[in-house]
């Protein structure tokens, strides 16, 4: 058997036992049938939490095509406008899965998942009165702990992250929320939180905590990932992200960021590693902007100019607290302030504010002489 380093073919969940037989069943049931409404939108939903949960787009690439005979349809099921939705979003088509959810609230308004949903896409686009309506609706629909969870989120994304930690360390112990998916949900934005309140080596526990439980969590690994490196802790980081056979763009970007810090002799390989997947992307003249791209041309240095006009573009699509530090970053970088004025206007609309974000924000200001 070869090594583990030397398998190329990519190690499917499908070739397993355990949880990979829900995915088989519903693979055999959809290609069996493909035109049958039901088990395409089963099987969407098994491959999409798949590629959720492991940070993995193909897999959001297999749900599309389940849904592919039925997604330009102006009128479906509840789950079918629910499933287009979430894969819409996944590809960055945020305007569409919205309209989708609103589609499925229309049919199954006690439908919860919708509405979270609904409500992480209009935060998201930074669409906060929306967020705040949908965040009411669902506290009053579905209990208190529903709507504290929004609540909590809410508070971290406006400014008031010393609120939400509390919060958070509460919902984490609630009996009714220790599914793996939930839990990978609140102990994500737990951490975030912590971030944005300036407490980042309690963030890297929580999700170090988490991990041991839940090792396959790719976002909690790669926000670890991230934050360790971001507070030099760069062999700790590239620990967390080499700590999976396989590692998405994004941890390998991760790995390649700490490497390189560290000087360890293993930055030349991740580096022919990132570069070949970049330029494969590129050949396949993907249109989807992802923040792996970003952060390999930014803060690798790889490409200055591209990572600043893959910033602009990735703004407008969506504004989140890392999108902004990329932006700033990279508009600093090419000597383009003005590219990152946007950021600042977001700042003070949302009152969004962490301390690595805030310093970059007063750099900005002095360069753009405020």
């Given at each position: 058997?070869?090594?583990?380093?030397?398998?190329?073919?990519?190690?499917?969940?499908?070739?397993?036992?355990?949880?990979?037989?829900?995915?088989?069943?519903?693979?055999?049931?959809?290609?069996?049938?493909?035109?049958?409404?039901?088990?395409?939108?089963?099987?969407?939903?098994?491959?999409?939490?798949?590629?959720?949960?492991?940070?993995?787009?193909?897999?959001?690439?297999?749900?599309?095509?389940?849904?592919?005979?039925?997604?330009?349809?102006?009128?479906?099921?509840?789950?079918?406008?629910?499933?287009?939705?979430?894969?819409?979003?996944?590809?960055?088509?945020?305007?569409?899965?919205?309209?989708?959810?609103?589609?499925?609230?229309?049919?199954?308004?006690?439908?919860?998942?919708?509405?979270?949903?609904?409500?992480?896409?209009?935060?998201?686009?930074?669409?906060?009165?929306?967020?705040?309506?949908?965040?009411?609706?669902?506290?009053?629909?579905?209990?208190?702990?529903?709507?504290?969870?929004?609540?909590?989120?809410?508070?971290?994304?406006?400014?008031?992250?010393?609120?939400?930690?509390?919060?958070?360390?509460?919902?984490?112990?609630?009996?009714?929320?220790?599914?793996?998916?939930?839990?990978?949900?609140?102990?994500?934005?737990?951490?975030?939180?912590?971030?944005?309140?300036?407490?980042?080596?309690?963030?890297?526990?929580?999700?170090?905590?988490?991990?041991?439980?839940?090792?396959?969590?790719?976002?909690?690994?790669?926000?670890?990932?991230?934050?360790?490196?971001?507070?030099?802790?760069?062999?700790?980081?590239?620990?967390?992200?080499?700590?999976?056979?396989?590692?998405?763009?994004?941890?390998?970007?991760?790995?390649?960021?700490?490497?390189?810090?560290?000087?360890?002799?293993?930055?030349?390989?991740?580096?022919?590693?990132?570069?070949?997947?970049?330029?494969?992307?590129?050949?396949?003249?993907?249109?989807?902007?992802?923040?792996?791209?970003?952060?390999?041309?930014?803060r690798h240095k790889a490409d200055l100019p591209r990572g600043l006009q893959l910033a602009r573009d990735s703004w407008a699509e969506q504004q989140e607290p890392a999108d902004?530090?990329?932006?700033?970053?990279?508009?600093?970088?090419?000597?383009?302030?003005?590219?990152?004025?946007?950021?600042?206007?977001?700042?003070?609309?949302?009152?969004?504010?962490?301390?690595?974000?805030?310093?970059?924000?007063?750099?900005?200001?002095?360069?753009?002489?405020?």
């Amino acid at each position: 058997m070869p090594e583990p380093d030397r398998v190329v073919v990519p190690v499917s969940v499908q070739a397993t036992g355990g949880s990979g037989s829900a995915l088989r069943e519903a693979e055999r049931a959809w290609r069996a049938d493909p035109q049958r409404q039901d088990t395409a939108f089963r099987y969407a939903r098994e491959v999409f939490v798949l590629g959720l949960r492991e940070g993995d787009l193909r897999w959001y690439g297999a749900a599309r095509a389940a849904l592919l005979p039925w997604w330009n349809a102006q009128k479906l099921p509840a789950e079918g406008h629910f499933m287009r939705a979430l894969v819409r979003q996944g590809f960055h088509d945020f305007e569409g899965g919205i309209a989708d959810l609103t589609a499925t609230i229309a049919q199954e308004p006690q439908r919860a998942e919708a509405w979270s949903w609904r409500f992480s896409l209009y935060l998201l686009t930074s669409r906060l009165d929306e967020a705040r309506t949908d965040c009411t609706e669902l506290g009053q629909r579905f209990g208190a702990v529903e709507g504290q969870a929004c609540q909590a989120t809410l508070q971290y994304r406006t400014g008031q992250a010393a609120a939400a930690v509390p919060t958070f360390e509460r919902l984490v112990q609630q009996a009714d929320l220790q599914g793996p998916l939930a839990q990978d949900w609140l102990r994500y934005h737990q951490g975030m939180a912590l971030v944005a309140a300036g407490r980042p080596r309690e963030a890297a526990q929580v999700w170090q905590q988490h991990l041991q439980r839940h090792p396959g969590s790719h976002l909690v690994r790669l926000s670890l990932a991230e934050t360790l490196n971001a507070t030099g802790q760069h062999a700790q980081a590239l620990q967390a992200s080499l700590a999976t056979v396989q590692p998405t763009d994004a941890l390998l970007v991760q790995a390649l960021l700490a490497a390189s810090a560290l000087r360890d002799p293993r930055a030349a390989d991740l580096q022919t590693q990132v570069s070949q997947r970049m330029d494969a992307q590129a050949q396949r003249n993907e249109a989807l902007i992802e923040r792996p791209q970003m952060m390999y041309y930014i803060r690798h240095k790889a490409d200055l100019p591209r990572g600043l006009q893959l910033a602009r573009d990735s703004w407008a699509e969506q504004q989140e607290p890392a999108d902004a530090a990329l932006l700033i970053e990279a508009a600093l970088a090419t000597n383009r302030p003005e590219d990152a004025r946007a950021v600042l206007t977001w700042m003070q609309r949302t009152g969004y504010t962490d301390p690595t974000l805030a310093a970059l924000a007063r750099t900005l200001q002095t360069r753009l002489g405020r």
